[in-house]
């Protein structure tokens, strides 16, 4: 392998710069010339590339969202667009990539791998934390902490009001950043995807905190919770039912994907930047790097996307500790 491209696809994801700047630097570090895909798939299929050395990452480290860009790519789900696709990284000399995204940029490399035979590894690169094969995501842990940040400013209000906040945080089909979040923002309760609480025992809860005397309370909703309600659904059903809250609604929406990376994004980024080079010099291929119990890993990008990585059953119980 002498030349490897480098693309971040899908949703962004804070850390992927970090991500992008150690596969470069690894590249350079190795010896092996190293270019960008710029806006995913897209790029890929327009030939939108570009030569990177170690310089052209300077100061990038910090930055949120990805200076290669990212895009969602319908073509690329077609064997046309693909073509085109393999037609240009042979055209360049791009013997192999290394994709930074989430499990529907890593099952369209899959897919191109069988087709064409190009090494593939994947870096994970999601706010998300769902994919199998690493306990966290890049891009994860600066969610967290940008979620927490707010709540713990949504508190501030709530409590000078006596309010009670229905906080809607990202996670359709997870809810890691609700859990997460809401433990350490001192949630009231919390509404995953996973579990289903039910309504009277969130009746229930909220009647517990105001008798104890609580001055606010802060409900953390996971895009998909199982209530089948979303938080204006929430909101009007706790005002019917407990007319002794004051509710608001806050939905935090895209400000989770942004900012600058937490420190723990930037280094697991870079390690696994460095990982993912390694392997593709190492001759291996549709493997998905991944951080276990702090060492860096790596699993078939074909286990990482199947199902989602488990809610964390010790921490469920930690917040109903914590609740009462
Ligand atoms: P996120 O988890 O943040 O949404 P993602 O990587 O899962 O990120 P998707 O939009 O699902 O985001 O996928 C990114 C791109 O990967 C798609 O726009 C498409 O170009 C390509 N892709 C996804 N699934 C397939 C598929 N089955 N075949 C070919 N390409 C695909």
Do not use: W
């Amino acid at each position: 392998i002498k030349k490897i491209g480098v693309i971040t696809s899908g949703g962004d994801a804070p850390g992927m710069n970090a991500a992008i700047r150690a596969v470069v630097r690894t590249c350079a570090y190795l010896k092996v010339e190293c270019v960008g895909i710029y806006r995913g798939y897209e790029g890929m299929i327009d030939g939108d590339f570009k030569a990177m050395d170690a310089r052209s990452v300077n100061n990038i480290i910090n930055k949120g969202g990805t200076i290669l860009k990212s895009a969602r790519c319908a073509e690329f789900r077609t064997k046309e667009g693909r073509q085109k696709a393999y037609d240009n990284l042979k055209a360049a000399g791009i013997d192999a990539f290394v994709v930074i995204g989430g499990d529907g940029s890593f099952n369209g490399a899959l897919i191109f791998n069988k087709e064409f035979d190009i090494p593939i590894i994947g870096i994970p690169g999601t706010i998300d934390n769902d994919i199998f094969g690493t306990s966290s995501t890049v891009g994860f842990d600066t969610a967290l902490n940008t979620v927490v940040e707010v709540i713990d400013k949504i508190r501030d209000t709530a409590s000078s009001h006596n309010r009670l906040f229905f906080v809607e945080v990202m996670g359709r089909d997870v809810g890691h950043i609700a859990l997460n979040a809401g433990v350490g923002a001192g949630a009231e309760e919390i509404l995953i995807p996973e579990e289903n609480l039910g309504l009277e025992r969130l009746l229930e809860s909220l009647k517990r905190s105001k008798a104890s005397g609580k001055s606010s309370s802060i409900v953390v909703v996971a895009e998909g919770d199982k209530t089948g309600r979303n938080v204006f659904e929430l909101k009007e059903y706790v005002e019917e039912h407990l007319p002794i809250y004051d509710v608001r609604v806050s939905v935090l929406g895209h400000l989770q994907r942004g900012g600058p990376p937490s420190c723990f994004d930037r280094v697991l980024a870079s390690r696994m930047g460095v990982r993912a080079v390694e392997a593709l010099l190492e001759g291996k291929t549709n493997l998905m790097v991944g951080i276990q119990d702090n060492n860096i890993i790596l699993t078939p990008i074909s286990k990482a996307i199947k199902g989602h990585t488990k809610i964390d059953k010790e921490l469920i119980r930690v917040s109903e500790i914590m609740t009462t």
